[in-house]
């Protein structure tokens, strides 16, 4: 669908096309409408499961009660998967959203370690899904209003958090630079040091007397090392984060991952995760540099 | 316009908590939202003694509702979650789709919280059905919203539960897995040491050029500034907000109660004592700070 960020979403043609060209390949195409319409502009979101409908899309992957209701009452047939931004960390929380509107899958949101995500894949009336690899949100999905407090947008209304068109570098004399959002200092780098693109969780701030990066460091989540007992937890699938990524990530990260979860396939007892693979992975993460995250119990 | 006190956003020891609350029942508000939302290591007090508080507050005649932790992640955090929805007395305030289910499983009222994403009247009519009986809009969400969502409402034939609305107090921004004053103190979470009592109105954080941006509240982040829409009163009338929201802070809650009595009374605005809320007038939330 059309929204205020040209350039990130297919037109209609190329979603056809799209969607063939992964079809016919026996790979299914599930389509992300997970943000959240006021009242004068849900039709739009009416109009888009119908074409995600019409299109052929095996899924839909909403978080809104009005998009998820209208999609069951209108579109029986097309599956509703909950997405991350639904904020579900709960079996009541799942069971609502099943009961409610059918779901029969949900994302979950980056916040719970190994031992409770085996523990909601026990008790869940969906199977869940779960982030394998990407840039680690370290608030909870659907919750966190940093960037609209910033700039006035926000992940939940404008699928984005931190736009480019509030982002401002600025050059030092000394080869250093300076990064704004929305006029607000979210960081500032020596000559030699690597900049990541700026959200403000991800900023460096003042705490008392110390300067550091006082809510997360400019680093990825990559759980390569937990497939074997995020499988046997039953986990149904792995997301890897794809949206405004280059041809040679998408293909080097799911190369690895497909590799390793193949070979897990093969000989479950005798996997472990290869040092290739983790190079790999690494190289493109933010600040090559990734972290269990909320999945470890010491991630904190 | 009635008046509310927010739930405790921080943490304090527990004889100032129950010293707090005891004072809070003599103001002049007329709902008191009780329980922890933030964080459920903060065991000064514990789910019993809130639920008792309730029930010792509602002698008072006030309405005196239970709020909900707003980020569940373990089954002792949804146990007490279960004990606050079946304690038998009152309202809930759902911070989360949990208690929502679980309200709605055993027929018990609930205040839709700023955390439940409620965007638009087919959501809000979809929660009523379910038990909500009023409504608190996000952070988020300023007067268009409300507005515009109410008349969609109205003409679907549906009626608007009560809508509450921030009018002072720190917005809170987000919530996380991760203990953010733990992480300041260089403590491991599990191991916090429940430092955050030490930060009665949160851990500030400012910009690498001194500007106060945020405030740290365990998992949770707050903005820095002090939101207030005494001045925007009147056209909070016109909108037909039924609450107004104050949200407890360290010092001189009592006169920052009896500011906004005043000016529920009078016809004219009180003068503003904290900041411009930005997401009100349908921009950045920090807006009311003007930016260099």
Not at chain 1, 180 to 194: A, G, T
Request: a neutral charge; one cysteine or more.
């Amino acid at each position: 669908m059309h929204g205020p960020f040209p350039g990130l979403n297919f037109n209609d043609e190329e979603l056809r096309q799209g969607i063939a060209y992964a079809q016919t390949r026996q790979r299914k195409v599930y389509l992300a409408l997970n943000t959240y319409p006021d009242s004068a502009r849900l039709p739009h979101w009416y109009a888009a499961v119908d074409k995600a409908a019409s299109l052929g899309c095996d899924a839909i992957i909403a978080a809104e009660m009005a998009v998820l209701d209208y999609a069951a009452r209108h579109h029986a047939k097309l599956a509703r998967h909950l997405s991350v931004q639904g904020s579900a960390t709960t079996a009541p929380a799942l069971r609502y959203m099943y009961e409610r509107f059918g779901i029969s899958r949900a994302v979950l949101p980056r916040v719970l370690s190994v031992q409770q995500v085996e523990r909601l894949c026990e008790q869940a009336p969906v199977p869940l899904e779960v982030f394998a690899f990407g840039s680690l949100c370290i608030m909870v999905e659907g919750r966190c209003q940093l960037s609209s407090y910033v700039t006035g947008a926000s992940p939940n209304r404008h699928g984005v958090c931190s736009p480019a068109s509030f982002v401002r570098w600025e050059e030092h004399d000394d080869g250093g630079r300076s990064v704004r959002l929305n006029r607000v200092l979210i960081d500032r780098f020596d000559p030699s040091e690597p900049a990541g693109y700026p959200t403000v969780c991800k900023g460096r701030y003042a705490v008392g007397s110390e300067t550091f990066h006082a809510l997360e460091e400019p680093t990825s989540l990559n759980t390569l090392e937990l497939l074997p007992r995020l499988a046997s937890a039953g986990v149904a699938a792995l997301k890897i984060e794809g949206r405004q990524r280059g041809v040679a990530y998408v293909a080097s990260v799911t190369h690895t991952w497909r590799e390793a979860l193949d070979r897990y396939h093969a000989a479950p007892e005798r996997w472990q995760a290869r040092p290739e693979w983790q190079s790999a992975l690494s190289r493109h993460a933010e600040g090559h540099q990734t972290t269990l995250g909320p999945y470890h119990r010491h991630w904190h | 316009m009635k008046l509310s006190l927010g739930p405790l956003q921080y943490f304090w020891p527990r004889e100032r908590t129950f010293a707090f609350y005891r004072q809070a029942v003599q103001w002049p508000v007329d709902i008191i939202y009780l329980g922890e939302t933030v964080c459920s290591k903060r065991r000064e007090l514990r789910t019993l003694d809130w639920i008792m508080l309730a029930h010792e507050l509602a002698e008072s005649g006030k309405q005196i509702v239970l709020s909900s932790l707003a980020l569940i992640e373990a089954e002792s955090e949804l146990g007490a979650l279960q004990r606050l929805i079946e304690q038998g007395q009152g309202w809930i305030e759902a911070n989360d789709l949990s208690a929502v289910q679980l309200c709605r499983a055993r027929g018990v009222p609930f205040v839709a919280s700023p955390t439940l994403n409620v965007y638009n009247h087919r959501a809000l009519a979809m929660l009523m059905e379910d038990g909500l009986l009023r409504w608190v809009p996000g952070v988020e969400q300023g007067a268009a919203l409300i507005d515009e969502l109410r008349s969609a409402l109205l003409e679907d034939g549906g009626d608007m539960p009560e809508v509450e609305v921030i009018g002072f107090g720190r917005l809170p921004l987000s919530y996380s897995a991760r203990c953010f004053t733990a992480r300041a103190l260089d403590v491991a979470k599990d191991q916090c040491g429940f430092r955050c009592i030490d930060y009665p109105d949160g851990l500030p954080l400012a910009t690498r050029e001194g500007r106060p941006f945020l405030r740290i509240n365990g998992i949770q982040i707050q903005g820095e500034e002090i939101t207030d829409l005494g001045p925007e009163l009147p056209a909070l009338r016109a909108l037909g907000v039924d609450v107004l929201r104050l949200y407890p802070q360290a010092e001189g809650m009592d006169e920052i109660v009896a500011h906004f009595d005043l000016a529920r009374r009078s016809v004219t605005p009180p003068p503003r004592i904290g900041a411009r809320n930005g997401y009100w007038h349908g921009t950045a939330g920090m807006r009311s700070v003007d930016l260099p």
